[in-house]
């Protein structure tokens, strides 16, 4: 079964900073990886998706990186911003095209960021 | 619609009441997923449905959870005798089908949060 840890579960970093966020997944048989952001009480939204075969995707301030074989993905962030304060959350989705739990995602904890004015 | 649509926003009921829940998916989406948040947690999923057969349901908890999607647009997720423990955020996905760039990436709602007393 597949299984998503997030490290650190919060982090507080003053404005300005770049950081990382880190994602990791127990089997790596993955159709793509998505990052989302969740504000309080809000639905997600996707911010980067990676497909199986990619190494990395940008947008913006925020680069995703993908190591497969290694059940790895980061989330950078660029000169952090207040807004940027939210929870992040990785998201596998498993590489079978059929089947039960082909189309699942699986989602990490997420990390709580807070940018610090 | 231009987003994932989710009603009501927040519902609170009483133990072992009926509660229906809409998702009204973005346009042209012909996948269509539920998921329930506790807090503190990711997401995990309860139902996929591709057009308006639901193709794995293997994440509802029990039978007093049921959800339709009898045209292929709009899905109502069901639970019938609610529970204290049925308390979450239940969000509403949608993507493209699989078999393209990009495919795969889901698009969340805002969600509809129950309460259970």
């Known amino acids: 079964k597949q299984e998503v840890t997030q490290i650190p579960a919060a982090l507080s970093v003053p404005e300005g900073e770049n950081l990382v966020l880190n994602c990791s997944f127990t089997d790596s048989a993955i159709y793509n990886l998505q990052w989302f952001r969740q504000d309080p009480g809000k639905g997600l939204t996707s911010l980067l998706l990676?497909?199986?075969?990619?190494r990395e995707q940008t947008s913006g301030r925020l680069n995703a990186s993908l190591d497969k074989s290694s059940g790895r993905s980061t989330l950078y962030i660029a000169a952090s911003q207040p807004g940027d304060s939210a929870t992040y959350l990785c998201?596998?989705?498993?590489?079978?095209?059929?089947?039960?739990?082909?189309?699942?995602?699986?989602f990490g904890k997420g990390t709580k960021l807070s940018v610090i004015p | 619609g231009a987003g994932v649509s989710q009603t009501p926003s927040n519902k609170v009921t009483e133990k072992g009441k009926y509660v229906e829940l809409r998702c009204d998916p973005i346009?042209?989406?012909?996948?269509l997923y539920w998921y329930r948040q506790s807090l503190g947690q990711g997401p995990e999923f309860l139902i996929y449905?591709?057009?308006?057969?639901?193709?794995?349901d293997s994440g509802l908890p029990n039978d007093r959870f049921f959800a339709v999607r009898p045209e292929g647009s709009v899905s109502t997720l069901k639970i019938q005798r609610t529970e204290r423990g049925d308390s979450a955020v239940y969000l509403c996905a949608s993507s493209r089908s699989r078999g393209g760039p990009n495919t795969g990436e889901l698009f969340f709602g805002e969600g509809s949060r129950l309460t259970v007393l």
């Open positions: 990676i497909q199986s075969s990619q």
């Open positions: 998201a596998v989705l498993p590489r079978a095209y059929s089947g039960a739990g082909s189309y699942q995602l699986t």
């Open positions: 449905f591709q057009g308006t057969g639901a193709a794995d």
């Open positions: 346009s042209g989406h012909t996948a």
